[in-house]
Structures are given as C-alpha cells and as structure tokens.
C-alpha cells in the first residue's frame, strides 16, 4: 500500500497566486501500473489522504521504485510539473515500523 498524505509549501504555478495540485504514483521500471490522487484546487499545500494499491509480490520489491510526480492542473493546457521524488529499495521501506516518511521533490523532468 501507498499512501499519499501532504505536500507543504509547494511552488505557486498559476497567475493566481496558487497550485492547483495532484500526484501521478507510478511503479517503476515498467510504469505499467500508475494512479493518480484528486486534484486540490488553489492550494500550495495540498492535504491529499489517499492510498493506493500496486500488488506486487515481495521478492520483486528490490527490484522496484516508486515515482511521484507534483502536477499543476490547468483546464485549458498542459499540466504543469511541479516537481518529483523516487523512492528506492521498497523491500527496506515496507519493513519500517515508523511514522510517515517525508521527501522533498525535485524540480525537473529527468526521472527514468
């Protein structure tokens, strides 16, 4: 399970003053399976309270990542990115006992 809780202090894309946020989650190498939280409209820090759910099997957790992509919605043209974060080495991550864990993202475009 993955579960997509906040993002604090994001960077203001629209003319407004605002963010209109939400994250893409894809599983990577293969990117065949992705989900996508609800759009938060003019907000730059974003409460999402969502989870979602890859099924993969334990011994392939070594093997995979997760990638979160911040997105501005824009109605009538390209979403903008906001920025993005690659979390490794799943396996070690599921094992943790502790709170949530916080990364910052990384603004660009240059994940694979």
Do not use: C
């Not at 629209?14 to 989900?35: A, C, E, H, Q, T």
């Not at 992509?69 to 799943?90: A, K």
């Amino acid at each position: 399970l993955v579960r997509v809780l906040r993002a604090l202090d994001l960077p203001a894309k629209d003319s407004n003053g605002f963010s209109d946020p939400y994250v893409k989650i894809y599983l990577l190498p293969d990117r065949k399976k992705k989900f996508q939280t609800k759009v938060h409209r003019k907000t730059l820090n974003p409460v999402f309270e969502e989870t979602f759910s890859f099924g993969v099997p334990l011994p392939e957790l070594p093997l995979r990542r997760l990638h979160f992509s911040v997105y501005d919605f824009d109605r009538f043209s390209r979403h903008d990115l906001i920025g993005q974060v690659v979390m490794d080495n799943l396996l070690e991550l599921t094992e943790r006992d502790e709170g949530p864990i916080w990364r910052d993202i990384m603004e660009g475009s240059g994940v694979r």
